[in-house]
Nanobody, 120 residues
């Protein structure tokens, strides 16, 4: 049974930090590209950060570059999103996603999301 379970969300003041975690199970984690997305009320889901299968490369949305860091520990089947200098505009539900293209087969799994609220 495939599972992605996010944790670490909460309420934080502007300028603060949070670290999100996503624990994966039920699939071969190290063969999947991992991504963090977010979705604010009334808005489309937005790609925030991507990390390669071996963690060797990362990519970020312009809105979070320099403030957020994605990382992964394949031995623990976990991906993280360190979020610093948080702004009210970062308020969203954050989702982790596992994505793999294997030949002609596409696999994509989603977690249930974790709420991040940035407010004073």
């Amino acid at each position: 049974q495939v599972q992605l379970v996010e944790s670490g969300g909460g309420l934080v003041q502007p300028g603060g930090s949070l670290r999100l975690s996503c624990a994966a199970s039920g699939f071969i984690f190290s063969t999947y590209v991992m991504r963090w997305y977010r979705q604010a009320p009334g808005k489309e889901r937005e790609l925030v950060a991507t990390i390669a299968r071996d963690g060797g490369s990362t990519d970020y949305a312009a809105s979070v570059k320099g403030r957020f860091t994605i990382s992964r520990v394949n031995a623990n089947n976990t991906v993280f999103l360190q979020m610093n200098s948080l702004k009210p505009g970062d308020t969203s539900v954050y989702f982790c996603n596992a994505h793999r293209i294997w030949g002609t087969s596409l696999s994509s799994y989603w977690g249930q999301g974790t709420q991040v609220t940035v407010s004073s």
